[in-house]
């Protein structure tokens, strides 16, 4: 079975400053989605990725995808406290009959 | 574009009780996905609709849970009798086909609490 791991889970972190979420999963998988969420709120998709080596950059946020490795980056650049947010990354197997199984989200706090 | 739509958007009620909640994907989207997203998780998939046929339901708690897409458009995703652990917001999403080359639109969840 898929398995999807993210971390780290919580995130702390000051204005202006870079950091990187990982989203690891278990299958082979050639497409991948990153997900925000803010409090009591829906998902909004932030990133498809299609393909290894694929790589999406929108405003601070860059994601990136390595389907050899199973593994998926989101980096943030310069964090700004807008950003603040739940982050899941979702994986859709190669095997199509397989479902799309989310990460357990990235709770990301940004401190003025 | 309309987004997903959902009704209720919160509903509380006993245990042992039914409950019904209604999705309305975006015009034209054949795919349509029923979640179950509990407090600090990420979303859990019920089911999985192709026009009006089930691609997945293998989550789906079937002595319990049931779901039907009306003519390929809406769809309705029902609990009879819920649990204490049924607790959780349900999310309808929709995409414009199964073969991944999209993503899927959130619409706003349902928040359920199951006293």
């Known amino acids: 079975e898929l398995k999807v791991e993210q971390n780290p889970l919580f995130l702390s972190m000051q204005e202006g400053k870079n950091y990187t979420i990982y989203c690891n999963y278990s299958?082979?998988?050639?497409?991948l989605y990153w997900y925000r969420q803010d409090p009591g709120k829906s998902l909004e998709s932030l990133f498809v990725?299609?393909?290894?080596?694929a790589v999406k950059q929108e405003g601070r946020l860059m994601a990136s995808l390595d389907t050899k490795a199973r593994l998926s980056t989101l980096h943030i650049t310069a964090a700004v406290h807008d950003l603040s947010a739940t982050y899941f990354c979702a994986v859709e197997p190669m095997n199509r009959d397989d479902k799309i199984i989310f990460g357990k989200g990235t709770r990301l706090h940004i401190l003025p | 574009e309309a987004g997903v739509a959902q009704s209720p958007r919160y509903k509380i009620i006993e245990k042992r009780q039914s409950v019904a909640f209604w999705c309305n994907p975006i015009?034209?989207?054949?795919?349509l996905y029923w979640y179950q997203q509990i407090l600090g998780q990420g979303p859990k998939l019920l089911i999985q609709?192709?026009?009006?046929?089930?691609?997945?339901d293998s989550q789906l708690p079937k002595d319990r849970f049931s779901a039907e897409r009306l003519k390929g458009v809406d769809s309705t995703l029902k609990i009879q009798p819920a649990k204490l652990e049924d607790s959780a917001v349900y999310l309808c999403?929709?995409?414009?086909?199964?073969?991944?080359?999209?993503?899927?639109?959130f619409g706003p969840g349902t928040r359920l609490t199951v006293t």
């Open positions: 609709f192709q026009n009006n046929g089930v691609v997945d």
């Open positions: 299958t082979t998988s050639d497409r």
């Open positions: 990725l299609l393909s290894n080596g």
């Open positions: 015009s034209g989207h054949a795919t």
């Open positions: 999403a929709s995409s414009l086909d199964q073969g991944g080359r999209y993503e899927q639109y």
